[in-house]
């Protein structure tokens, strides 16, 4: 295939979620748009909603079917291996057994250990220092401790300290069991017998064909010191334990732990690295590997699956302690080693790199990233471009975008939000994205890399600071977090192409050869070694034959002060200086192949294709329009590649004798995709493009004729309710949800409730058991009685819905969102009176039910407020936020038609509220935003502004009102963080474009 519409193989694999009661017929209905939105197959992975029960036969039926249509529209499938995430537990079935459970070593200092944890040492503990903030004793540093009895009392000065094994705490989240005890083979196998032998028994035969592999998602050992998602209390002061880790930490290390547990918990009071607890991490990252990872991994290969996913916690140094350890150890056991990267602007760089460094030198081709997760429904098209780029400059080359519903039913909506699918109004657009990415995938990213420096992660530095209580905030720590962040940034910046190396990895994959240093599949001529604490013994003798052998060194700061756990004075040939000083000369080694002179940062990399080098580059940010000078080694001819229309066109420069050079103005975002091949002659430098070409041509700001691709809506969020006949007030949806829920014992709706098909299967009549009857009322108000009105909402037990008296009856037509959830109830105009109005909803009250709002969609305006108003459609439309002309809720697509000659167009667009603008076909979803060419007929531009469903779906009563991290809390807040008014957001032509007349139509 051609750039124009780039194979299937390129394209983006999103986290379908299943989330719902699946039907074959809708799953395939789903398949079909997936296609069309440009999409190359999906994850199909269960989430928070799912109704259909996991594992089932419906279950693998559907997977099956959806997987085999999948294969007829060239769609790759992957499966999911687990009932939400993290995976291991299938649905929290593994822990059903005891044994299997999460387990670990728990600290408790005081006259007595809990009675119901078992004791498995006690010690008497002198304490010095000054403890973390609002913790007693976590923090100070352990000065002298004794083995003691449990009865004993202490000396003076000392402390009585438990060590106990404590067990995970059940929770909902895992179906009322656990997560499971990944230290262990056992648990391991259970777990691949409940899972992955169910999906080979029911449709192994389709392995490599219909399912091409399977995606584990953020399996983890157990957190050290970190109590995030455990309902146990003391998780600051836990760490992760098996039955037999003592045995492997004493046939590993030859010492005996047990004896000597504080100094798990304590820094040392004499030193500045714990030994201890380094050699605990590396036993404890060595079993979760082999007894989990490990076993997945051979499963997966032995029958014909590709292994792809990530583990939880990649960003930081703190976040790989906490649930992995090294993380980069992990990717050796994936085909396709993954990260995720989600939120808003969430620059993590190491995250990424750790993935493809490892990929590279392990010869995988693919690395995946999962993204755009919790960035709400404010999210644009131009985030997604920005978000992929960065990561695909680093090497990300297989997306996976994080979610695509197949339901927004009930607390499935606030899943993560958005959903990239057709939930969404733009969705008919977004092929724009894929395919720019699959164009980026099809060019650059099947290119070599020319990577020659490596740089040593500090994790197993940052590993000898780690203590109990809050030790991230240790200043050592702190600056050892910081620094490595801030190299990477800057060798980043500077243009410096680099791997990571990972001590453990380079044990067994590094040597060095012919002056150069070696690691599995991939060769470096420099090494850094950034401003850390420690180096193993094996690395030291890597990088002595290699500083030997003439290879170059560089060190921030100073060389590290220990060698595998003990303090040793290291001599090593190194050019030693800052981060700055380091990165510059780095820096100029890497100008000798391009460099970039402009006043904005540039993310940038060169590659080797077979049909040329490609050289990508990202203007990262910049205030304004910048212009910037690329220069590139040698006589170039130079192909530009338009990622955006799969178009190409040669890129003028000139060429100076040594250099060529090239000149093109940048505004913040956008990318540029240069293919290189040798030329005998130079050119001239273009003149400096700011502005479209051709005559400048003025519009008229007054108000236009406009169409809607949508019915307009109401959004009824607010209830006057009673509950069996007695009134309770008047509030907001939620809320009123939640109170019905807390007066009946029920917790509040989350993505950590149970699962609905493991409520039906195991509390059936509880799930579905009326409580009460409930009744509310939604009021608005009409000035106009609209042409054309009808309700849509979601079921509830046993309802009768009114309007003004009049029974409600569901229609057979469906929704403008063709979402499974909506039902439709069509209003008769007669039924509607000036003044206020009334829909009445009664229903029985259950755990299952799910109250939600509901929408008012028809032709007519909407005036937002408390009630809310039907009025006139307005005419015409003004440039300006539409929210103030008749359209506050509207989010589908808004054509202004603008009163423009007939001929040939370049329109450059200013401020607009919503995701992406279009004239007929023609799209621009990206910054800056320019439509080139556009035909004008009929003496009329018809100009598309794709809106944002964030003002339809919210949240809508949320302060601030827009952040960068969005699940189910975001829609449930109080106090400061609430409003009853309505948070909108500015959509539509904010401002009138700029348009440039280039000639008669074509």
Known sequence: MSLKNPEMKYRAIP?????GELRVPEMKRQAVILKRMGFGGAVLHSRCGLQTQYMSQPWLEVLEETAVRFRELDMQAYLYDEDRWPSGSCGGMVTEEKQFRQKYLSMYIGPSAPAEQEIIACFACRLVGTPDRHQTYLGQRMAQYLRWSPEDPVPEGFVKVFICVEYALPSEFYNGNTYPDTLNRRATDRFLELTHEVYKKSFGQRFGKEFTGIFTDEPYRGGVFNGFNLPNKNGSAMLPWTYDLFTVYREYFGEDLESRLPELFFLPEDSGFNVTVYRYLEILQQMFLKNFLEPVSTWCRENNLLLTGHVWEENTLFGQISWQGSVMRSYEYMDHPGIDNIRDDNYFFAAPLQAVSVAKQTGKNQILSEMYACTGWKTTFDYFKRSGDWQAILGINLRCPHLSWYTMGGEAKRDCPSSIFFQAGWHTKYRYVEDYFARLNMTFGQAKWRT????????????????????????????????WSALLEKLLFAGVDFDIGEEDILSRLGRVEDGVFRVGQMSYRSVILPNSLHLRGSTLKLLEQFSGAGGRICCVDRLPEYVDGHKRQIKLAAEIGSAEQIAEKMQSLAAQAFSIKSKGRFLSKRKSGEDGDYLFLIC??????????????????????????????????????????????????????????????????????????????????????????????????????????????????????????????????????????????????????????VTMRFSFLTEAIPGSIYCMAEDLPNACWMLNGHAMKKSRKKPYIQDVCFSRWDIPAAWLREGENEIEVTFDFTKASNPEAVYLAGDFGVRAGHPGTLTALPDTMPVGDISSFGLPFYTGEITYYIPLKNGCYDIQMGKFGGTCV???????????WRLEDVTVRENVLPLTVSLLRRNLLGPLHEIPKNHGNYWSGSFRTDGDKFTEEYQLNPQGLLEIPKVFYKGDMA
């Not at 490596?454 to 050592?476: D, F, K, M, N, T």
């Not at 279009?918 to 800056?928: L, M, Q, W």
């Open 15 to 19: 986290f379908w979620s299943l989330n």
């Open 452 to 483: 020659d420096t490596l740089v040593i992660s500090p994790i197993e530095s940052a590993w000898g600071l780690v203590r109990a209580g809050q030790y991230a905030s240790e200043e050592a720590f702190k600056q050892l977090e910081k620094g």
């Open 918 to 928: 279009s004239v007929e076909k023609k799209t621009e979803g990206f910054a800056p």
């Open 620 to 773: 990262f940010d910049t205030e304004e329009e910048c212009l910037a000078e690329i220069s590139v080694a040698g006589n170039k001819c130079a192909t530009e590649i338009c990622l955006r229309t799969g178009q190409t066109r040669l890129a003028e420069g000139i060429f100076d004798g040594e250099h060529t050079h090239f000149r093109k103005t940048f505004v913040k975002g956008q990318e540029w995709l240069l293919r290189l091949s040798p030329k005998e002659k130079g050119k001239h430098f273009p003149r400096a493009k700011v502005s479209p070409a051709g005559v400048p041509v003025a519009l008229s700001a007054e108000p236009m004729g406009y169409t809607l691709s949508e019915p307009n809506v109401l959004v009824l969020d607010y209830a006057h309710w009673e509950v069996d006949g007695v009134a309770r007030g008047y509030d907001e949806i939620l809320k009123i949800d939640g109170t019905l829920r807390r007066e009946h014992g029920f917790p509040e709706r989350s993505a950590n409730n149970f699962q609905p098909w493991f409520e039906e299967k195991h509390h059936g009549k509880i799930w579905h058991k009326k409580q009460c009857r």
